[in-house]
């Protein structure tokens, strides 16, 4: 099974561009999550979705929109990137419920906003 | 006061020797504790999940969680080279911005051969 899988791995941007981030899951998961991670910062949760059909902001959602397109797949669009956006980005999946089963992570895309 | 807390690090040990790592946390309604590994340049990967009182183990791993104290830990018996990473806590909570499960900012091992 490939899990979670994220595209691109690695994107570099320029100011102002716009770009969406892909992440689907193989596993039946009905919760999807977009993270953040930053040195020093840790993982910052930008945009959930609970189940199909659903989104939810987290901590830090300002500068993005998502979409839950179906229970497979969850994407993070950028519509005007900034400097301040250039970070790694994980997409996550949970089976259970409130996490109770723990998070399965894709191997992330960094990103570069120059 | 940070929902889950982690001494950052680094924390060196022997090759051979027993990491000790450590997780607190604030909300006493958790009931879903999980370790994650990661290493440098790689995405967090699950090692350990624990849920009552007492020590799990699991190879060389053992969580420890004491819910009345509020704390969670792992041990490395045995630790190898390979073990040198970034070990995340994660704790479940209801609801709120952060979602459902709240990381520490981990804690970086380092084991020298």
């Known amino acids: 099974n490939a899990g979670v899988t994220q595209t691109p791995k690695f994107q570099v941007l320029k100011t102002g561009q716009s770009m969406t981030l892909q992440c689907a899951q193989d596993?039946?998961?009905?919760?999807m999550y977009w993270y953040r991670q930053d040195p020093g910062m840790g993982l910052r949760l930008i945009y959930y979705s609970a189940s199909e059909g659903t989104t939810d902001k987290g901590e830090v959602p300002n500068g993005y929109n998502v979409s839950r397109l179906n229970k497979r797949e969850f994407s993070l669009r950028l519509e005007s990137a900034a400097p301040s956006q250039t970070s790694v980005y994980f997409c996550a999946s949970s089976e259970l419920g409130q996490g109770a089963g723990g998070y399965t992570f894709g191997s992330g895309t960094r990103l570069t906003v120059v | 006061q940070k929902e889950v807390e982690q001494n950052s690090g680094p924390l060196s040990v022997p090759e051979g020797a027993i990491a000790s790592l450590n997780c607190t946390y604030s909300?006493?309604?958790?009931?879903?504790f999980f370790w994650y590994r990661q290493y440098s340049g790689k995405s967090p990967e699950l090692i350990m999940s624990i849920y009552s009182n007492g020590d799990k183990e699991d190879g060389r791993f053992t969580a420890q969680l004491n819910k009345a104290s509020q704390y969670v830990s792992l041990l490395i018996r045995d630790s190898q080279p390979s073990d040198s990473a970034t070990y995340l806590c994660a704790v479940n909570r209801l609801g709120g911005s952060q979602g459902n499960l709240i990381f520490g900012k981990g804690t970086k091992l380092s084991v020298k051969p």
């Open positions: 596993m039946n998961h009905n919760s």
């Open positions: 909300d006493r309604g958790s009931q879903s």
